[in-house]
C-alpha cells in the first residue's frame, strides 16, 4: 500500500521548500518568520526546528563580538612549554583546539591542535619536541564581522578557530566554528561534558570560577555548599536572569548572596556562560 505521508525533511531542506513556497508573497523578513512561527503553531513543523530557522536568521544579524570568548577566558599554551606543560593543559581543558601565545603574552602565534601532540607521547619516542614544529597557522578576524559571512569562511577553509582582534589589533577572543552552530541548533555536548557536578564549574583560582549558564542550581548549591533557590529556576542561567529582572548583557555583573556573577559570555537569546567570584567581606 502506498504511503500518503510526504517523507521526512530535515529543517534546512524545509526551510529551502518554505522559502520557495513564499518568495513573492513576502515582502519582509518580519513576514517571513511570522508564516514560520504560524507553522509552528500549526505543527508543520516542531518548536525546535523552528528554534533552528529563527537561529539562521539569527546568524546573519550578530557579529563575532557578541558571542566570542573573551580574552580573560582562553585557555592558551606557551609557545616555549614543555610537552608535559602543555599535555597538562590539554588533559585538564578537555579541548582540541589551543591558541599558541609568545613568551610575552601578547601575541597568539599559532594554533596547536591536540591531536598532533599523540606522536610525542608514545613510551620511548626520543625525537625532541618542539611546538612551532606541529603548530598550525592562526587565522585573525575583526570583532565586527558577521557570524553568517565567519561561517562560510569556517567551512571553505576547514578552519575551526579563529583569533579575533580589536580595532587596535590587539586580541579581543576567540571563536569557533561550534560556537557559530550553537547560535543555530542550540549547545552542543561533546564527549567532555559529563553528568557530574564538576560539569559546569571549572576553579580558575583566586576564589574565581567559570560557571556554564545551564549548570543546574542544585549542583550549584552542592559544589559551594550555599543555599540558592532551587525551587523556581532549573539553572543559574535561568536564576541570574530572574535577579537581573531581563536577559542580561555579556560585562554585566551581579551580586546574589555572597557571590558576584558577571556575564562574559551571552547573545540576545540567553546566557551562555558566568564568571563567579566570592565576595569579600
Do not use: C
Not at 582562553?74 to 579541548?95: A, F, N, P, Q, R
Request: glycine share 6%; proline share 4%; no cysteine.
Amino acid at each position: 500500500m502506498k504511503d500518503d505521508h510526504p517523507p521526512s525533511l530535515s529543517p534546512m531542506n524545509w526551510f529551502t521548500r518554505f522559502y520557495d513556497n513564499y518568495r513573492g508573497r513576502v515582502n519582509t523578513r518580519t513576514e517571513l518568520i511570522q508564516k514560520i512561527q504560524k507553522a509552528s503553531k500549526k505543527n508543520i513543523i516542531d518548536h525546535k526546528t523552528m528554534n533552528m530557522i529563527e537561529g539562521v536568521f539569527q546568524v546573519s544579524e550578530m557579529q563575532v563580538e557578541d558571542i566570542m570568548i573573551p580574552r580573560g577566558q582562553m585557555v592558551v599554551v606557551d609557545e616555549d612549554g614543555t610537552l608535559e606543560e602543555i599535555h597538562k593543559v590539554v588533559v585538564t581543558s578537555g579541548h582540541s583546539r589551543f591558541p599558541v601565545i609568545d613568551e610575552e603574552h601578547e601575541n597568539i602565534v599559532g594554533i596547536l591542535l591536540a591531536k598532533d601532540l599523540l606522536p610525542y607521547l608514545n613510551i620511548g619516542d626520543a625525537r625532541e619536541f618542539e611546538l612551532t614544529d606541529i603548530m598550525r597557522p592562526v587565522i585573525f578576524i575583526p570583532e565586527s564581522k558577521r557570524l553568517d559571512v565567519l561561517l562560510k569562511e569556517f567551512r571553505a577553509s576547514r578552519n575551526h578557530m579563529a583569533i579575533v582582534i580589536d580595532e587596535y589589533a590587539s586580541i579581543a577572543g576567540l571563536i569557533t566554528i561550534e560556537d557559530v552552530l550553537e547560535q543555530i541548533v542550540g549547545e552542543i555536548d561533546d564527549e567532555h561534558d559529563t553528568e557530574d557536578n564538576s560539569q559546569g564549574i571549572l576553579a580558575r583560582g583566586g576564589g574565581r570560577y567559570t560557571i556554564k549558564a545551564l549548570t543546574p542550581v542544585e549542583d550549584f548549591n552542592q559544589f559551594f555548599q550555599s543555599d540558592l533557590p532551587e525551587s523556581e529556576f532549573d539553572t543559574m542561567g535561568g536564576l541570574i536572569t530572574s535577579y537581573f529582572g531581563r536577559l542580561p548583557k555579556r560585562d554585566e555583573s551581579i551580586d546574589v548572596e555572597n557571590y558576584h556573577f558577571k556575564i562574559i559570555n551571552a547573545d540576545s537569546r540567553r546566557i551562555r556562560l558566568l564568571e563567579l567570584s566570592t565576595q569579600t567581606q
